[in-house]
């Protein structure tokens, strides 16, 4: 069964450093998402992506945030420079239409120490 | 966005049917209801969604309200592996996003 994979798994990073997220979505789907979870708390939506642009962004998903599709099999978030705040669960997702199912990653647990 | 109001927790033995309420009093006339869930240390996994009628499918059933104000997510025969939280979600036609809110948390026992 066809599934989102992302890369790494767990990332440590001292805070006020970049960091990139991978994934790779499922290959026919068009739309691609990042959502994140705060231990213990909510998913949150960070941002959607549809044909090589953002079609729409949650206030978390600041200056500090981009996304990238770099090259067709790829979807990365990249934070610019992390804060201890922004420790969570990173979760991508994709779906075929925006109406359809959205299949989740595994999730990156990002540490900022 | 239409809130939806679940229960916190519930608990079920193995083998017996599990029926999860969801409210949803502010529904528009073009929300898809939508269930997810989220298995310990996973991530959100779509389980079943529908518009007015009820709907089937290998994982579970959803039990539609004629007014659209509640529905029921039914999971016919529980196991240990149904033990996660399940989020009810109204999605609208035109959204392709997702809002979570703190889903029911599902025990199921021996």
């Known amino acids: 069964e066809p599934e989102v994979t992302q890369t790494p798994s767990h990332q440590v990073t001292q805070m006020g450093q970049e960091v990139i997220l991978r994934c790779v979505p499922i290959s026919n789907h068009l739309y691609f998402y990042w959502y994140r979870q705060i231990l213990g708390q909510k998913v949150e939506f960070l941002v959607s992506f549809y044909n090589n642009e953002i079609s729409e962004k949650s206030e978390i998903f600041d200056d500090q945030f981009s996304v990238e599709r770099p090259d067709g099999s790829n979807f990365t978030l990249k934070i610019r420079s992390t804060k201890l705040e922004d420790s969570a669960m990173y979760f991508c997702?994709?779906?075929?239409?925006?109406?359809?199912?959205?299949?989740f990653g595994q999730g990156t647990r990002l540490t900022v120490v | 966005d239409a809130k939806t109001t679940q229960p916190n927790s519930m608990e079920s033995n193995e083998e017996e049917p599990v029926h999860l309420p969801c409210n949803h009093s502010?529904?528009?006339?073009?929300?898809?209801i939508h269930w997810y869930r989220q298995l310990p240390s996973q991530g959100p996994e779509y389980v079943i969604h529908g518009l007015t009628s009820n709907v089937n499918n290998r994982m579970a059933s959803l039990a539609i309200a004629e007014d659209r104000k509640s529905s029921t997510l039914i999971l016919h025969r529980a196991t240990l592996r149904d033990a996660a939280v399940y989020y009810c979600i109204l999605r609208p036609r035109t959204a392709s996003k997702l809002t979570f809110g703190t889903g029911t948390r599902l025990q199921v026992t021996l």
């Open positions: 997702a994709s779906s075929y239409r925006g109406d359809t199912e959205a299949f």
């Open positions: 502010t529904i528009s006339g073009t929300d898809y």
